[in-house]
């Protein structure tokens, strides 16, 4: 009688141990293997799951390679004092080259019933912003932006009331753009020069520029891509008696060289 309820016990012992693996086999998880969160006890796909790491774009002031550069006095010669209180700055229709594929931002925002990408990235600050995921692992050649709006594209949108509020061009054209003038600004620059407060509008260049990189991401973790303003080259030429209207033309000037990318 003893043997037949330890034989009984091993049998359910067993039995419950095989439903178990059976169960543990049939897990649904992520099986893409250049996802975040890969399930390697998973054996069946599960439905949009997978997780991927963000792709970020960056934005750092400089002055000289000296980070945090915003708020520091700049001596001027003549002994007058520059100092950069805030930029904003606005960055669309980004493309990534690398060796094996071209890579654009996916998000989209809808605008009377069509969608549209939503590449657009506005600085208010120095800062990194994720503006979508990615897959993939590449060597990163070339990175292409425009600076600014596309004035022909962005006019299309019109009436701006439409775009989704909670996207990167909403927000662009909430601060950069002027309807009474029907003006676009790549750029608004606050300065205190020679003890006066000051904030300026740069008009749009509406110009695409090229940067080249040689930067590998590998699978699985975050692209991040960085640029650069340097302070130095923005401020060149700059002399304290000079006017807004003279500000402005000679910061647009320099604006283009003073931008690199890491």
Same mark, same amino acid.
């Given at each position: 009688?003893?043997?037949?309820?330890?034989?009984?016990?091993?049998?359910?012992?067993?039995?419950? /141990?095989?439903?178990?693996?059976? #169960?543990?086999?049939?897990?649904?998880? #992520?099986?893409?293997?250049?996802?975040?969160?890969?399930?390697?006890?998973?054996?069946?796909?599960?439905?949009?799951?997978?997780?991927?790491?963000?792709?970020?774009?960056?934005?750092?002031?400089?002055?000289?390679?000296?980070?945090?550069? /915003?708020?520091?006095?700049?001596?001027?010669?003549?002994?007058?004092?520059?100092?950069?209180?805030?930029?904003?700055? /606005?960055?669309?229709?980004? &493309?990534?080259?690398?060796?094996?594929?071209?890579?654009?931002?996916?998000?989209?925002? &809808?605008?009377?019933?069509?969608?549209?990408?939503?590449?657009?990235?506005?600085?208010?600050?120095?800062?990194?912003?994720?503006?979508? !995921?990615?897959?993939? =692992?590449?060597?990163?050649?070339?990175?292409?932006?425009?600076?600014?709006?596309?004035?022909?594209?962005?006019?299309?949108?019109?009436?701006?009331?439409?775009?989704?509020?909670?996207? !990167?061009?909403?927000?662009?054209?909430?601060?950069?753009?002027?309807?009474?003038?029907?003006?676009?600004?790549?750029?608004?620059? !606050?300065? &205190?020069?020679?003890?006066?407060?000051? =904030?300026?509008?740069?008009?749009?260049?509406?110009?695409?520029?090229?940067?080249?990189?040689?930067?590998?991401?590998?699978?699985?973790?975050?692209?991040?891509?960085?640029?650069?303003?340097?302070?130095?080259?923005?401020?060149?030429?700059?002399?304290?008696?000079?006017?807004?209207?003279? /500000?402005?033309?000679?910061?647009? !000037?320099?604006?283009?060289?003073?931008?690199?990318?890491?």
């Amino acid at each position: 009688m003893e043997g037949k309820n330890s034989l009984h016990k091993f049998l359910f012992l067993f039995s419950l /141990l095989f439903i178990l693996f059976a #169960c543990e086999q049939t897990e649904d998880g #992520c099986l893409d293997l250049l996802s975040s969160n890969y399930g390697f006890d998973a054996v069946s796909e599960c439905e949009e799951c997978c997780e991927y790491p963000d792709f970020k774009i960056g934005l750092g002031i400089i002055n000289d390679t000296i980070e945090n550069a /915003l708020n520091d006095t700049i001596v001027l010669s003549g002994g007058d004092t520059l100092i950069f209180k805030n930029i904003e700055l /606005l960055f669309s229709e980004i &493309e990534i080259e690398g060796i094996n594929d071209t890579y654009k931002i996916l998000d989209s925002i &809808e605008v009377n019933d069509l969608y549209i990408k939503d590449d657009y990235v506005y600085f208010q600050s120095p800062s990194t912003k994720i503006v979508g !995921q990615t897959r993939l =692992e590449d060597t990163i050649k070339t990175v292409s932006v425009h600076l600014g709006f596309n004035e022909t594209t962005v006019s299309t949108y019109k009436p701006f009331e439409n775009i989704d509020n909670t996207s !990167q061009l909403d927000l662009a054209l909430d601060s950069l753009y002027f309807d009474d003038e029907e003006i676009f600004y790549f750029s608004r620059i !606050q300065i &205190e020069l020679a003890d006066s407060i000051r =904030e300026l509008n740069l008009k749009n260049l509406d110009v695409k520029l090229d940067f080249e990189l040689d930067k590998f991401v590998d699978a699985g973790s975050d692209w991040i891509i960085s640029f650069n303003l340097d302070l130095n080259k923005l401020r060149d030429g700059i002399t304290s008696d000079m006017t807004n209207e003279l /500000l402005i033309e000679t910061f647009e !000037q320099n604006f283009i060289s003073s931008l690199s990318i890491k």
